[in-house]
Nanobody, 112 residues
Framework: QDPLVESGGGLVQPGGSLTLSCKAS????????IHWVRQAPGKGLEWVSV???????FYADSMNDRFTIARDNAESTLFLQMNSLKPEDTAVYYC??????WGQGTPVTVSS
C-alpha cells in the first residue's frame, strides 16, 4: 500500500476552487510535517505549503491567501483548499513527508 495517496484534482475554470486530499498510511501521521509540492507542465518542482506536526502552517508567497492547508490526524489525511485558481496553478500536486516519501500526484488543470 502506498504511504501517500492524493486525490481531488481535476479541471476547473479560472476563479474556481478545488480541495485536494492526501491519505496517509503506514506511519504515525500526526508526528510529521507534511508538504504540498507541485510541478507545472515542463517545469520543475515548486513548493506550495507545509503544515507542521504542531499545526503551524506556511505557504509560498504566490499561494498565500488563496490556498489553505489543513490536516485531520484522526483520519491521517492532509488537505489543500485552493480558491481563486489561475491558469498558472495548473500542475500535478504532490504531498510529501520530508521530501523523501511522495505520493503519485493528482493533476489540476485550470482552464476555461
Amino acid at each position: 500500500q502506498d504511504p501517500l495517496v492524493e486525490s481531488g484534482g481535476g479541471l476547473v475554470q479560472p476563479g474556481g476552487s478545488l480541495t485536494l486530499s492526501c491519505k496517509a498510511s503506514g506511519f504515525i501521521f500526526s508526528d510529521f510535517a507534511i508538504h504540498w509540492v507541485r510541478q507545472a507542465p515542463g517545469k520543475g518542482l515548486e513548493w506550495v505549503s507545509v503544515i507542521r506536526a504542531d499545526g503551524e502552517r506556511f505557504y509560498a508567497d504566490s499561494m498565500n491567501d488563496r490556498f489553505t492547508i489543513a490536516r485531520d490526524n484522526a483520519e491521517s489525511t492532509l488537505f489543500l483548499q485552493m480558491n481563486s485558481l489561475k491558469p498558472e496553478d495548473t500542475a500535478v500536486y504532490y504531498c510529501t513527508v520530508g521530501f523523501g516519501v511522495w505520493g503519485q500526484g493528482t493533476p489540476v488543470t485550470v482552464s476555461s
